[in-house]
């Protein structure tokens, strides 16, 4: 690998006779915009100096520039194997790290052998079998025969490993950087009402919802951004308070109670959160129909904006706080690219945009601090948790862990 295979993986993602659709984390370099509408034939910004040494030149400072480059859009491709396998590239994929693919059943089984010839730490296995298995019951069924080694646990086990004497052990688990919210509609009644957007926060007792249907598996939110990135003073976290909550949902006009549409998938530890959801909105005068919709029928409707309300998490791509305030607050970003509360702030995007811009993490971070706590107060969420990853592993594996970002995690540590 070469640093000119580096220049064309790089344009590669961003030539747009390829569609690719993570073009935005390359986008900001210099001359990108111009290759991109065909107007060049390479982005200027993408330099090769020589066999090792890569320049790469920004339109201005963009401050999680140098966490984007370890998402998977950024990962070196050879040349000569994307000619060879032309569209069918995508189903043979080639790469520099500790392993290979050695044969891929798409919804069945993928396997990969370790590489011989690794440059770094070679794996101490091998080689890793991904069994695709769509029914969690079956999961853990062929799990306590012993075929498979490590599961993520689904929540309908979680109580009985934990406290089994002989699993318990072997848990494994992760705070992760993500955050679980309730969204809220801002571009249409009732909820373009900040005051009531506030009295949805009072209302709801996420701490009970947490230790109780949720088992504990996660922290409370204070705000968007997992307290895992945040570099800041937290901001105020609402607490539960129903007669806060009442006298909010009147103060925003709705003495008489409200009627809303709460949209979610049908997977049973949602609709199991979702109604306990309803019935405290139930207590404060809101009467929240539950609507299920199979994910790709909801993830439309809520990309549409034809909800009122909605369940949904997200998961960093990076590990940078910016990754949960642009995508999902930042105007420019209504809809499908992340903000789907379509909740707009000139003040907000303001922030937002001079922290991706900042040129020290101690400016940066002023400017998210000010956004979160702005967003925290408008409420276009309602605010729950970070979740915490639970694996289990059988007694002969050793060195297992969880990484954050599971784009990490090159499988080199873990043994038999």
């Known amino acids: 690998m070469k640093a000119k295979d580096f220049k064309y993986s790089f344009e590669r993602i961003l030539n747009p006779t390829n569609r690719s659709p993570n073009t935005w984390v390359f986008d900001k ?183 109780t249907v949720y088992e504990g598996r996660g922290r409370i939110a204070s705000g968007p951004v997992p307290d895992l990135l945040r570099k800041w003073k937290a901001p105020p976290s609402y607490e539960y308070n129903p007669s806060k909550a009442k006298e909010l949902i009147k103060a925003a006009g709705y003495s008489n109670g409200i009627e809303v549409n709460f949209y979610i998938t049908p997977d049973n530890e949602m609709v199991d959160i979702a109604e306990v959801i309803q019935s405290y909105l139930k207590e404060g005068g809101i009467k929240a129909n539950i609507k299920q919709l199979e994910w790709s029928a909801y993830k439309e409707a809520i990309n549409k904006g034809e909800t009122d309300m909605f369940w949904l998490s997200w998961w960093a791509d990076y590990p940078d706080p910016e990754n949960f305030l642009f995508p999902l607050f930042h105007s420019s970003n209504l809809g499908p690219a992340g903000n789907r509360a379509r909740y707009k702030n000139p003040a907000v995007d303001s922030l937002i945009e001079k922290g991706q811009h900042a040129r020290t993490a101690k400016e940066r971070d002023m400017y998210y601090e000010k956004a979160e706590k702005m967003i925290v107060n408008e409420a276009p969420w309602v605010f729950f948790w970070h979740r915490t990853d639970f694996t289990l592993r059988q007694p002969w594996i050793k060195k297992y862990q969880i990484y954050l970002i599971y784009s990490i995690d090159k499988g080199t540590e873990i043994s038999l």
């Open 29 to 211: 370099i210099k001359g990108a915009k111009e290759f991109m509408n065909g107007e060049a034939k390479n982005v200027s910004g993408i330099k090769v100096i020589n066999n090792y040494v890569l320049e790469i030149t920004l339109d201005k400072p963009f401050s999680p520039f140098l966490n984007l480059l370890t998402m998977t859009a950024a990962y070196v491709v050879p040349e000569d194997e994307v000619k060879k396998w032309g569209v069918d590239f995508s189903s043979h994929p080639v790469g520099t790290g500790p392993f290979v693919l050695k044969h891929w059943l798409p919804n069945r089984e993928l396997q990969l052998d370790a590489r011989k010839d690794y440059f770094d730490n070679a794996p101490k296995i091998k080689g890793i079998i991904y069994n695709i298995i769509p029914e969690d019951l079956t999961t853990i069924t062929e799990f306590e025969l012993g075929n498979l080694d490590v599961v993520t646990i689904p929540a309908f086990a979680f109580s009985r490993f934990k406290k089994d004497k002989k699993w318990g052990g072997l848990m494994s688990s992760i705070e992760g950087i993500n955050t679980y919210y309730l969204g809220l509609n801002c571009s249409r009644k009732p909820f373009d009402n900040p005051v009531l957007r506030k009295a949805m926060n009072y209302a709801i007792d996420r701490e009970k919802i947490l230790k």
